[in-house]
């Protein structure tokens, strides 16, 4: 499974926010995805996952495992994206959080799913905790896994390590990358942090571009 971007060039009020995006992402990769703030790398995100406005306009395609995602709804895309907040429902516990997301199963299903993975990140006692009583690296944990839940065919991450601290984001970053390795997707971090990049050589900076479309 690879994610590939042809030549994508997204246009806002009449002018082109960067230069045409081409680029192709292995199975298990992380590819980094930088630039500037305002050039346009969330929206690039949001072009992926199928939740752009209708006020941008975009030409270029963007393929996963050959197949144009253009024509696909958001729901049918089952791209996952993690931001810089967690995404939690507040008045759900961890656990239903994650049972929330899984697309099928009885609810015993779901709940064992749900407790495997959080053994997996060793947490199988917050189980019925709310979000509110979770550490910051807690929560991006049990995101991550809720993310997961949903059985992505790829991930996309904006900035999700940007709001730890220095020891909680090197032990999630680690997490995030040995995860996407292991289930064998495809993923893009945005990032405004050389620390966060997992491969120095595979690395887009996305530039400003202010002619006129
Ligand atoms: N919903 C929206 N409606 C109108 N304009 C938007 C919307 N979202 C973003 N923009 C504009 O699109 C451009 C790109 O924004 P985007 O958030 O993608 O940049 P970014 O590179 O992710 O920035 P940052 O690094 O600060 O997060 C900016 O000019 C922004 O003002």
């Known amino acids: 499974m690879s994610l590939k971007l042809k030549q994508v060039v997204i246009g806002l ?15 298990g990769e992380v590819f980094s995805l ?10 690039l995100l949001s072009f992926i996952a199928g939740t752009l406005g209708e006020q941008f306009d975009v030409s270029g395609d963007v393929l996963l495992d050959n197949q144009s995602l253009r024509p696909e709804p958001v729901e049918k895309r089952r791209v996952g994206i993690l931001f810089q907040d967690p995404l939690l429902f507040p ?12 697309p099928a199963g009885s609810l015993t299903e779901k ?6 993975s959080l053994a997996d990140i060793g947490m199988e006692h917050y189980a019925d905790f709310y979000p509110r009583q979770l550490s910051g690296g807690q929560a991006a944990r049990v995101s991550l896994m809720r993310t997961l839940a949903a059985k ?30 292991r289930r064998n997707i495809p993923a893009i971090l945005v990032t405004h942090d050389e620390d966060d990049v997992a491969d120095k050589n595979r690395v887009l900076r996305l530039t400003h571009q202010t002619i006129r479309c």
Not at 34 to 43: A, F, N, V
Not at 97 to 102: G, I, S, T, V
């Open 34 to 43: 930088m630039g500037h703030s305002g050039c346009g790398k969330s929206t």
């Open 152 to 181: 992505p065919r790829a991930l996309l991450l904006d900035e999700p390590f940007s709001k730890l601290d220095r020891e909680t984001r090197e032990h999630f970053r680690t997490l995030v990358f040995t995860t996407v390795a």
């Open 13 to 27: 009020d009449n002018r082109q926010l960067f230069e045409p995006v081409s680029l192709t992402v292995a199975a």
């Open 91 to 102: 008045h759900m516990t961890v656990v239903e959080n994650l049972m929330f997301a899984a």
């Open 111 to 116: 709940r064992q799913q749900a407790l495997t």
